[in-house]
């Protein structure tokens, strides 16, 4: 896993970080990771056009498994 360093923060948010720490009883390193973890999550934007480039990648899908229970009953 990467590190970052983070220079330069004003000291009211590194308070108001610990604060939110201490209420939700984590470390400042553990409510800071869970922050930018939710922070880069992908937008809901972005995972609908990620999956419009998959459908048009692989062309239309049947949903119809109508053959597929047919030929799965007649097997038996």
Same mark, same amino acid.
């Given at each position: ?15 108001? =970080?610990?604060?939110?720490?201490? =209420? ?11 922050? =930018? ?8 934007? &972005? ?20 053959? =597929?229970?047919?030929?799965?009953? &007649?097997?038996?």
């Amino acid at each position: 896993m990467g590190q970052i360093i983070v220079r330069n923060l004003d000291d009211q948010v590194i308070a108001r =970080l610990k604060e939110r720490a201490r =209420l939700a009883n984590q470390s400042l390193e553990h409510t800071v990771r869970t922050i =930018l973890f939710e922070a880069a999550k992908p937008s809901r934007e &972005d995972i609908l056009a990620e999956m419009d480039r998959i459908r048009q990648r692989i062309g239309p899908v049947s949903l119809d498994a109508t053959d =597929l229970i047919r030929a799965d009953r &007649d097997s038996r």
